[in-house]
T-cell receptor, first 112, second 115 residues
Framework: AQTVTQSQPEMSVQEAETVTLSCTYD???????LFWYKQPPSRQMILVIR??????QNATENRFSVNFQKAAKSFSLKISDSQLGDAAMYFC?????????FGAGTRLTVKP | SAVISQKPSRDICQRGTSLTIQCQVD?????MFWYRQQPGQSLTLIAT?????????ESGFVIDKFPISRPNLTFSTLTVSNMSPEDSSIYLC????????????FGPGTRLTVL
């Protein structure tokens, strides 16, 4: 079974600084998708960024970027110029066909 | 993207009763998913509901406890039956693309408290 591991239950970053959230996954497949989702307190889960496994280039979305290491099965999220609104639970997710798995989540606190 | 609404947004129920949660999507989708999320925890998939076929349940979840309906491509319901306090959780509806980017979109969730 595919598993997704987020080893950092909590992270903290100073406003305007950069933070990296870690994620590793286990799969025997070569074609799959990886995602980072953000869930603010009491609010809806939204997609932050996605990565197709067949693409070598790391995905970027404004201040959010990933470091995708396929051989190492690692998929970290870097948030640059952190803002107070970035405070949330962040979930790493793996998907192949109908199988989608989520990590346990990392709670990010942003200090003013 | 897909806009998903859920009803009710929250409810407080008595032990032994049942609650049906509705999920409405603003576009036709093939795959719909139901998740359970304890506050501050990750998501656990309950079942996958495709229109025209019976829902597929994950290990630990059974149809008698969580019956699901999927009458059309924009709507689904999840019933939590014979509730106990252990069923207190957030229940999330999600829809997924079956091609292209394969991302999933989530509803706002239903916060259920069982007394």
């Amino acid at each position: 079974a595919q598993t997704v591991t987020q080893s950092q239950p909590e992270m903290s970053v100073q406003e305007a600084e950069t933070v990296t959230l870690s994620c590793t996954y286990d799969t025997s497949e070569s074609d799959y998708y990886l995602f980072w989702y953000k869930q603010p307190p009491s609010r809806q889960m939204i997609l932050v960024i996605r990565q197709e496994a067949y693409k070598q280039q790391n995905a970027t979305e404004n201040r959010f970027s990933v470091n995708f290491q396929k051989a190492a099965k690692s998929f970290s999220l870097k948030i640059s110029d952190s803002q107070l609104g970035d405070a949330a639970m962040y979930f790493c997710a793996y998907r192949r066909a109908n199988d989608m798995r989520f990590g346990a989540g990392t709670r990010l606190t942003v200090k003013p | 993207s897909a806009v998903i609404s859920q009803k009710p947004s929250r409810d407080i129920c008595q032990r032994g009763t049942s609650l049906t949660i509705q999920c409405q999507v603003d576009s036709q989708v093939t795959m719909m998913f139901w998740y359970r999320q304890q506050p501050g925890q990750s998501l656990t998939l309950i079942a996958t509901a495709n229109q025209g076929s019976e829902a597929t349940y994950e290990s630990g979840f059974v149809i008698d406890k969580f019956p699901i309906s999927r009458p059309n491509l924009t709507f689904s319901t999840l019933t939590v039956s014979n509730m106990s306090p252990e069923d207190s959780s957030i229940y999330l509806c999600s829809v997924g693309r079956d091609r292209g980017t394969y991302e999933q979109f989530f509803g706002p969730g239903t916060r259920l408290t069982v007394l």
